[in-house]
């Protein structure tokens, strides 16, 4: 009779350590191997973990709505999946034969175990890292796709959201993203979640030229503020709707972010100027 290690992973902000104001906590549970429970009541390890995970998520609240909130839908099957996963399972969901789809294979570039049994959480990188760094190319069309189902459902009409909009912070994430993926396999140093460090890394193995790294890393620092600011602004994460520039929530928001009363329109200068710039780097580089 062994224990049943348990490895708690981080995706998205969280896994990169990049988490914001409100940011959304994206976890995923792993498990190390299927077997039953001792005890008066024999149960699996499938279904004492997704209690475990149940009572877990039940526990973290925030004292408002719409901030800090958990997310386990980048598990194997989202909704439809169990809350915790096996190892065994994890491997065969995003093998290259796998059923998981391009987007969420992307997503494992930013998974970060951090909590739970050490070993397990080694086995688990390793394993992302034979997964995703492989010798097929980045799939830039399923990437375009999704940004273009981004577009028409997360944005809208003649508005610019800071973080899904053309040029926008999803824009910069990608673009890191499939480079990493790309070289990841003959470069070690880019197999990291952290944005920013992956920046660094493209640039110190030459595969990110210094003229293109100074403006995404300038968008991206200047698009990471103007999150947060919209979101404690607003008081949530699901809003980041750019306010009309000839708005009093757009002046609000300037000041929020340091620009002095006869400088508010350099906000929205500085807006165009970042996003123009990320979007050319991004069609020219994927």
Same mark, same amino acid.
């Given at each position: 009779?062994?224990?049943?290690?348990?490895?708690?992973?981080?995706?998205?902000?969280?896994?990169?350590?990049?988490?914001?104001?409100?940011?959304?906590?994206? @976890?995923?549970?792993?498990?190390?191997?299927?077997?039953?429970?001792?005890?008066?009541? #024999?149960?699996?390890?499938?279904?004492?973990?997704?209690?475990?995970?149940?009572?877990?998520?039940?526990?973290?609240?925030?004292?408002?709505?719409?901030?800090?909130?958990?997310? *386990?839908?980048?598990?194997?099957?989202?909704?439809?999946?169990?809350?915790?996963?096996?190892? =065994?399972?994890?491997?065969?969901?995003?093998?290259? =034969?796998?059923?998981?789809?391009?987007?969420?294979?992307?997503? @494992? #570039?930013?998974?970060?175990?951090?909590?739970?049994? #050490?070993?397990?959480?080694?086995?688990?990188?390793?394993?992302?890292? =034979?997964?995703?760094?492989?010798?097929?190319?980045?799939?830039?069309?399923?990437?375009?796709?999704?940004?273009?189902?981004?577009?028409?459902?997360? #944005?809208?009409?003649?508005?610019?959201?800071?973080?899904?909009?053309?040029?926008?912070?999803?824009?910069? =994430?990608?673009?890191?993203?499939?480079?990493?993926?790309?070289?990841?396999?003959?470069?070690?140093?880019?197999?990291?979640?952290?944005?920013?460090?992956?920046?660094?890394? *493209?640039?110190?193995?030459?595969? @990110?030229?210094?003229?293109?790294?100074?403006?995404?890393?300038?968008?991206?620092?200047?698009?990471?503020?103007?999150?947060?600011? *919209?979101?404690?602004?607003?008081?949530?994460?699901?809003?980041?709707?750019?306010?009309?520039?000839?708005?009093?929530?757009?002046?609000?928001?300037?000041?929020?972010?340091?620009?002095?009363?006869?400088?508010?329109?350099?906000?929205?200068?500085?807006?165009?100027?970042?996003?123009?710039?990320?979007?050319?780097?991004?069609?020219? *580089?994927?």
């Amino acid at each position: 009779k062994r224990p049943c290690p348990l490895a708690i992973c981080g995706l998205g902000k969280c896994g990169g350590r990049e988490l914001g104001f409100a940011s959304d906590i994206e @976890l995923m549970f792993i498990y190390g191997g299927n077997g039953r429970t001792t005890g008066p009541r #024999v149960i699996t390890t499938a279904e004492f973990f997704n209690k475990l995970v149940s009572a877990v998520d039940s526990l973290i609240t925030a004292k408002r709505k719409g901030i800090f909130e958990v997310d *386990l839908q980048l598990r194997p099957y989202g909704k439809a999946g169990s809350l915790a996963v096996s190892l =065994e399972s994890f491997a065969r969901y995003f093998a290259p =034969e796998g059923e998981a789809w391009p987007y969420e294979r992307q997503a @494992l #570039v930013r998974l970060r175990p951090f909590a739970g049994e #050490v070993k397990l959480g080694s086995q688990i990188t390793a394993l992302r890292d =034979e997964l995703i760094y492989t010798e097929r190319p980045f799939d830039v069309a399923a990437m375009r796709a999704m940004r273009e189902r981004q577009l028409r459902h997360l #944005v809208t009409a003649g508005t610019i959201n800071a973080k899904f909009s053309p040029g926008g912070l999803v824009d910069i =994430e990608y673009l890191v993203q499939g480079l990493q993926i790309t070289h990841g396999r003959q470069h070690p140093a880019l197999r990291t979640p952290n944005t920013d460090e992956a920046l660094q890394a *493209l640039v110190a193995e030459g595969l @990110l030229a210094p003229a293109d790294f100074d403006p995404l890393r300038e968008a991206l620092i200047f698009l990471r503020r103007l999150i947060n600011a *919209l979101r404690m602004v607003r008081g949530h994460a699901k809003d980041l709707t750019v306010p009309a520039a000839d708005s009093e929530a757009f002046a609000f928001l300037a000041r929020r972010l340091n620009y002095g009363s006869d400088q508010l329109g350099h906000l929205w200068d500085d807006l165009m100027r970042h996003t123009h710039a990320v979007q050319e780097i991004n069609n020219r *580089l994927l």
